[in-house]
């Protein structure tokens, strides 16, 4: 066992850091952190720069050429909002989509359930039976784990507000974790809180007009709250570029009597792949895992699992495009 803790500056992304030291006009952040007395390594640093550089918070510089000297690297406007919101700075920028669109409360939840543990219970002796009930919640054309989830807190949610015992029941009988459930239900206040303190909404506690438009609390910050085509839009820009492409088998044809049609593709046929990783696989705790057919040659994902084989993936959504570049 270490005698000392390893400094946090080693153990948590430096994306937020490096935000701040932009924020304060601290120079370069990169030669501000190589200056710490426990400096993190430069290729923790270029990740950082690359991260705020594919969500579009850094301007000024050339791609790829972080710890430069005199790099002329400056917060955007995007920049400058998320340097405001301490959290992950993909999940910020979904959380400020959210506002603008007014879909403020379905998207405060697909980012509290993506920072917590899932509230899904897969007991290995009904794993059939829990995985169903799982699936009950999904609409046939969502695709996407991410909209299913806010289905589940809406309707706990409102077994919660017909009592303890309905509550109970509620979990009991779709295999969820009501501790889980709550916590997601807390991280939803504080990313909420976050949203006010940034001037994007009215905070509950106070309801003073900050820096940016108001939207009044649960109503025009939830105009489009049900709009499903939009808060699909609204992860796939949150999410970008966390992107896995879907790769189709070549086309077959099945005879009937009216002549040959083509024949659906089956989950097994389908190919994955993302940029960095190459191949990836979905997870079976996915709710995609077994489609064969998705709305768009795109999903978008927040994070990944890395076992022995290969990464996967237990939360996508198929995004928001149809075309075939994302």
Known sequence: MPEQQTPEIHRVPLTGLCLQVMEMHLGSAAAFLQEAIDSPSSKAIEHAMETLYSVGAIQGGERGKWLEPGAAWRLSHMGEHLAKMPADVRL?????????????????????????????????????????????????????????????????????????????????????????????????????????????????ANSKVRNMVAYEQDVSCNSNADNVRLLRAVITAGLYPHVVRVQLPETKFVEQAAGAIARAATAKELKLYTEKDGRVFLHPSSINFSEGDFLSPWLVYHDKQVDASSPSFASLSSSSSSSSTP
Request: some cysteine; aromatic content about 12%.
């Open 92 to 204: 910020a920028r979904m959380l400020m989509f959210g506002a603008v669109f007014g879909c403020v409360d379905p998207i405060l939840t697909v980012a509290a359930t993506m920072t917590s543990k899932s509230p899904f219970l897969i007991p290995f002796d009904k794993r059939e039976e829990a995985m169903k009930r799982k699936q009950s919640f999904a609409h046939p054309r969502d695709k996407s784990d991410h909209l299913l989830f806010i289905r589940v807190f809406d309707e706990w949610t409102k077994a919660r507000r017909r009592g303890f015992k309905e509550e109970r029941l509620f979990c009991q009988t779709n295999f969820l974790s009501s501790s889980s459930l709550n916590t997601i239900s807390d991280l939803r206040e504080q990313f909420r809180e976050l949203l006010a303190d940034a001037g994007f909404i009215r905070s509950r």
